[in-house]
């Protein structure tokens, strides 16, 4: 049974990491060579890379995607927090309802709103303009952030604003001064959440868009891996180069986002 | 003095009832402007002769439905999506299952791989699709380079342009991308399973397996119920990975409900029967989804 588990538990390490391995080990390797299915470089180059970042907008990319990431983390991050402390600590007339409408938005496939999105941005002329795809990814993030929220909402005893009203603290300083250090893990989890959601959107980044100016990672990595089919020195490249500033942030926020993720999804 | 008073108690009260309105307001409006207004304009859409995205037809009543109802490729895009989301579910459910199973300890190796082994659900999707893409290819792909040199294949798989494998293959590249994210999930549920339901079940001889089945998954009921409601609908709408592999062939055998509306507007133009498709995709969303909670909900 042991040596099951640890037979199993490499198996799944090996399934997880082998393709990070590969693709990383291959954007090193010489453009002659890359075809050839060697576990270790001949030789090393970084040809790739300095080819992805001069040759290609990969770094306008990069600042878009960043821009669009934090802008949706920021804003979803406000809009849910209040929200949800009204809905999970406040009592009042259309709690109940205000809460499904919220979580109602997982029903609907995000495909069906590709055509309508685009309608209404175009509307409000925001078509290639970078605060549309920040619109929508805080839509998208909503939802699953805010049933989130509840775990960390309800760990909090209800005596506790209790008191603070009784002492004639108002509302919003309750929740600013009492509430908000108390699920501080729930807000990092949100925060990391809405990011991840947003750096990894596509669909509407490739529809909402349309100016090389304007693109975010994903459609830019789309576009190499359709151009240069051949070229997979660039692809393979450009695939590290989309995971890194992911790794990086996960390194320092990842152990609390997933001790959020924890904590918020069994209360 | 007095009356100066009772206006300032009056108007406090009156901010103190307006409160939960003005902090969930805002991200209600939010949603209603971006989600429930576009579905609007969606059935609106879905009664008309729109082709191009951005121009405007002309009304026809029900024939766009009309159209979605006999389209073969409209229900064999439902076939293909319920062997979609089947499948993620077997597959993802038994390894996000025991991969929980076996980091639900205190060693500091679990908890580490418990942080890092979520990365592949943090990753864009279509990065996701170049690993694997650069890993199957039917040419130079390594799998290929193993399986000939270990003598197991003959000539090369072309597993992705095969119509019988291909949407295999993606269900299980689409779960190498998402199981990561239910096994947190998974093991946050059962770190919160008291340990004293194990010790006396071990007490009365129960094995592991009995454990499993009369512990462990009873007491998962909440989480598996959310799992269930949330990660069909989730897995249902994937697109964007079917379609930077596939795009939806070879000969339509990836054609999944969500590909074949955006192909129906974005590349046939035709944007009345890509609406319609929508309309009738969501109301059985909504069926399962009304279904799923009266049948599947926790009884406590």
Same mark, same amino acid.
């Given at each position: 049974?042991?040596?099951?588990?640890?037979?199993?538990?490499?198996?799944?390490?090996?399934?997880?990491?082998?393709?990070?391995?590969?693709?990383?080990?291959?954007?090193?390797?010489?453009?002659?060579?890359?075809?050839?299915?060697?576990?270790?470089?001949? &030789?090393?180059?970084?040809?790739?890379?300095?080819?992805?970042?001069?040759?290609?907008?990969?770094?306008?990319?990069?600042?878009? *995607?960043?821009?669009?990431?934090?802008?949706?983390?920021?804003?979803?991050?406000?809009?849910?927090?209040?929200? *949800?402390?009204?809905?999970?600590?406040?009592?009042?007339?259309?709690?109940?309802?205000?809460?499904?409408?919220?979580?109602?938005?997982?029903?609907?496939?995000?495909?069906?709103?590709?055509?309508?999105?685009?309608?209404?941005?175009?509307?409000?002329?925001?078509?290639?303009?970078?605060?549309?795809?920040?619109?929508?990814?805080?839509?998208?993030?909503?939802?699953?952030?805010?049933?989130?929220?509840?775990?960390?909402?309800?760990?909090?005893?209800?005596?506790?604003?209790?008191?603070?009203?009784?002492?004639?603290?108002?509302?919003?300083?309750?929740?600013?001064?009492?509430?908000?250090?108390?699920?501080?893990?729930?807000?990092?989890?949100?925060?990391?959440? *809405?990011?991840?959601?947003?750096?990894? &959107?596509?669909?509407?980044?490739?529809?909402?868009?349309?100016?090389?100016?304007?693109?975010?990672?994903?459609?830019?990595?789309?576009?190499?891996?359709?151009?240069?089919?051949?070229?997979?020195?660039?692809?393979?490249?450009?695939?590290?180069?989309?995971?890194?500033?992911?790794?990086?942030?996960?390194?320092?926020?990842?152990?609390?986002?997933?001790?959020?993720?924890?904590?918020?999804?069994?209360? | 003095?007095?009356?100066?008073?009772?206006?300032?108690?009056?108007?406090?009260?009156?901010?103190?009832?307006?409160?939960?309105?003005?902090?969930?307001?805002?991200?209600?409006?939010?949603?209603?402007?971006?989600? =429930?207004?576009?579905?609007?304009?969606?059935?609106?859409?879905?009664?008309?002769?729109?082709?191009?995205?951005?121009?405007?037809?002309? $009304?026809?009543? /029900?024939?766009?439905?009309?159209?979605?109802?006999?389209?073969?490729?409209?229900?064999?895009?439902?076939?293909?999506?319920?062997?979609?989301?089947?499948?993620?579910?077997?597959?993802?459910?038994?390894?996000? =299952?025991?991969?929980?199973?076996?980091?639900?300890?205190?060693?500091?190796?679990?908890?580490?791989?418990?942080?890092?082994?979520?990365?592949?659900?943090?990753?864009?999707?279509?990065?996701?699709?170049?690993?694997?893409?650069?890993?199957?290819?039917?040419?130079?792909?390594?799998?290929? #380079?193993?399986?000939?040199?270990?003598?197991?294949?003959? %000539?090369?798989?072309?597993?992705?342009?095969?119509?019988?494998?291909?949407? =295999?293959?993606?269900?299980?590249?689409?779960?190498?991308?998402?199981?990561?994210?239910?096994?947190?999930?998974?093991?946050?549920?059962?770190?919160?399973?008291?340990? %004293?339901?194990?010790?006396?079940?071990?007490? #009365?001889?129960?094995?592991?397996?009995?454990?499993?089945?009369?512990?462990?998954?009873?007491?998962?009921?909440?989480?598996? /119920?959310?799992?269930?409601?949330?990660?069909?609908?989730?897995? =249902?709408?994937?697109? #964007?990975?079917?379609?930077?592999?596939? %795009?939806?062939?070879?000969?339509?055998?990836?054609?999944?409900?969500?590909?074949?509306?955006?192909?129906?507007?974005?590349?046939?133009?035709?944007?009345?029967?890509?609406?319609?498709?929508?309309?009738?995709?969501?109301? $059985?969303?909504?069926? $399962?989804?009304?279904?799923?909670?009266?049948?599947?909900?926790?009884? #406590?």
């Amino acid at each position: 049974m042991k040596l099951f588990k640890w037979i199993y538990g490499i198996a799944l390490v090996l399934l997880i990491a082998f393709p990070f391995y590969w693709v990383a080990i291959s954007s090193f390797k010489l453009p002659d060579q890359i075809l050839q299915a060697d576990f270790w470089p001949k &030789e090393w180059t970084l040809q790739h890379y300095n080819e992805l970042i001069n040759a290609t907008p990969y770094l306008t990319n990069l600042r878009n *995607s960043l821009f669009v990431s934090f802008g949706t983390m920021i804003i979803t991050t406000a809009l849910v927090v209040p929200a *949800s402390y009204a809905i999970y600590r406040m009592e009042f007339k259309g709690r109940k309802f205000f809460y499904y409408l919220i979580l109602a938005t997982f029903i609907f496939p995000t495909m069906l709103l590709l055509v309508p999105v685009y309608n209404l941005m175009s509307g409000v002329n925001l078509i290639d303009n970078l605060w549309s795809l920040i619109i929508i990814n805080v839509t998208f993030a909503a939802p699953f952030a805010t049933w989130l929220m509840s775990g960390f909402f309800k760990s909090i005893p209800p005596s506790l604003d209790e008191s603070a009203a009784v002492d004639g603290a108002g509302q919003l300083r309750i929740l600013f001064q009492i509430i908000l250090p108390l699920i501080a893990p729930g807000l990092a989890t949100i925060a990391v959440y *809405s990011f991840v959601v947003s750096w990894t &959107e596509f669909a509407f980044a490739s529809v909402l868009i349309s100016s090389e100016a304007n693109q975010v990672l994903t459609v830019g990595m789309n576009q190499i891996m359709g151009q240069y089919t051949v070229r997979w020195g660039w692809t393979t490249a450009g695939g590290m180069l989309t995971v890194i500033p992911v790794l990086i942030f996960f390194g320092i926020v990842g152990k609390y986002f997933v001790r959020g993720l924890t904590e918020g999804s069994i209360k | 003095m007095v009356a100066k008073q009772t206006r300032v108690r009056k108007k406090k009260n009156r901010i103190r009832k307006a409160m939960p309105y003005l902090l969930v307001g805002p991200l209600v409006i939010w949603i209603l402007l971006t989600v =429930f207004l576009p579905l609007s304009s969606v059935i609106r859409e879905s009664f008309y002769s729109t082709g191009f995205v951005g121009t405007q037809g002309d $009304f026809v009543g /029900f024939e766009n439905y009309m159209n979605v109802f006999g389209s073969a490729a409209y229900w064999g895009a439902w076939q293909k999506s319920l062997l979609w989301v089947v499948g993620n579910m077997v597959v993802q459910t038994i390894l996000a =299952f025991s991969v929980a199973l076996l980091l639900n300890n205190n060693r500091k190796i679990s908890q580490m791989a418990r942080t890092w082994m979520i990365i592949p659900w943090v990753i864009p999707t279509i990065v996701v699709a170049i690993f694997w893409q650069w890993i199957l290819n039917g040419s130079y792909g390594v799998l290929n #380079d193993v399986l000939l040199s270990l003598n197991i294949i003959g %000539e090369p798989l072309n597993l992705l342009g095969d119509s019988t494998w291909s949407l =295999f293959v993606i269900i299980f590249i689409n779960s190498w991308h998402w199981f990561p994210f239910l096994a947190v999930i998974l093991l946050a549920g059962l770190s919160g399973i008291p340990k %004293e339901l194990y010790e006396a079940s071990a007490m #009365d001889g129960a094995n592991k397996w009995q454990e499993f089945w009369k512990i462990t998954l009873p007491s998962l009921q909440h989480t598996t /119920f959310a799992l269930g409601l949330v990660g069909t609908l989730w897995m =249902f709408n994937i697109f #964007d990975l079917i379609h930077s592999l596939t %795009e939806g062939g070879p000969a339509g055998t990836t054609t999944t409900v969500p590909v074949l509306i955006y192909q129906e507007a974005f590349e046939s133009y035709n944007l009345g029967n890509a609406s319609a498709m929508s309309v009738v995709t969501a109301l $059985f969303l909504i069926m $399962f989804a009304v279904l799923f909670v009266r049948f599947a909900a926790p009884k #406590d």
